[in-house]
């Protein structure tokens, strides 16, 4: 979001943090959980600035209370990578990827609608229940490798939440899974893998 973006919605307190879209950039779709920091209108600004297909949906986490970040509750993988790095698409480029995503967090008015549009972006759904969410699964990055491939980096925390069959759809798109014990960052700063990697961008 650019600056004239910016002072034409903060005065008004309308906000929209990266950390509250997840992108899919190989069909140009942002999905985004609406929240304190991802308010309506900066996101349609937003989208009109970049030109994404922006899918708006509401979240409730175990106290009803909204999420404030989708990156919570959804990671898109394989062809993504990172949010922050560029993504440069060759004939060999897989088309399709995954979402790790957790269903039982987004509305259930909206659920269905947001869990058809990840479908039909040619994504494998790989759904998490709502305590593996809390257990920072969905905190992963993807690291590009040589010929295509992607390995994927999780804490050990939530590496030791995935369960075996979850563990065995990621090996159908990534070429290895590392995982390093961030327990205490996740216990005393309420981040994970790519809160750290952001922060060397």
């Given at each position: 979001?650019?600056?004239?973006?910016?002072?034409?919605?903060?005065?008004?307190?309308?906000?929209?943090?990266?950390?509250?879209?997840?992108?899919?950039?190989?069909?140009?779709?942002?999905?985004?959980?609406?929240?304190?920091?991802?308010?309506?209108?900066?996101?349609?600004?937003?989208?009109?600035?970049?030109?994404?297909?922006?899918?708006?949906?509401?979240?409730?986490?175990?106290?009803?209370?909204?999420?404030?970040?989708?990156?919570?509750?959804?990671?898109?993988?394989?062809?993504t990578y990172l949010t922050f790095l560029p993504l440069i698409i060759t004939e060999s480029f897989p088309i399709k990827g995954y979402a790790l995503v957790a269903p039982d967090l987004i509305i259930e008015s909206d659920?269905?609608?947001?869990?058809?549009?990840?479908?039909?972006?040619?994504?494998?759904?790989?759904?998490?229940?709502?305590?593996?969410?809390?257990?920072?699964?969905?905190?992963?990055?993807?690291?590009?490798?040589?010929?295509?491939?992607?390995?994927?980096?999780?804490?050990?925390?939530?590496?030791?939440?995935?369960?075996?069959?979850?563990?065995?759809?990621?090996?159908?798109?990534?070429?290895?899974?590392?995982?390093?014990?961030?327990?205490?960052?996740?216990?005393?700063?309420?981040?994970?893998?790519?809160?750290?990697?952001?922060?060397?961008?």
């Open positions: 979001m650019d600056a004239q973006v910016n002072t034409t919605v903060n005065p008004r307190g309308q906000y929209f943090e990266a950390g509250a879209v997840v992108l899919n950039r190989k069909t140009m779709t942002a999905y985004s959980g609406l929240s304190e920091r991802a308010h309506k209108e900066a996101a349609l600004l937003w989208q009109k600035a970049t030109g994404y297909d922006l899918v708006l949906f509401d979240t409730n986490d175990f106290d009803q209370h909204r999420l404030h970040h989708t990156s919570h509750l959804l990671f898109i993988g394989t062809g659920r269905k609608r947001v869990l058809d549009r990840l479908l039909s972006d040619g994504l494998t759904l790989i759904e998490l229940a709502s305590e593996q969410v809390f257990n920072f699964v969905t905190h992963a990055a993807e690291i590009p490798l040589e010929g295509n491939q992607h390995a994927l980096l999780l804490s050990t925390t939530a590496f030791t939440s995935l369960k075996p069959n979850q563990v065995e759809q990621l090996k159908q798109f990534v070429v290895d899974i590392q995982h390093v014990d961030l327990s205490t960052l996740e216990l005393l700063g309420g981040g994970s893998v790519v809160s750290i990697i952001n922060q060397l961008f």
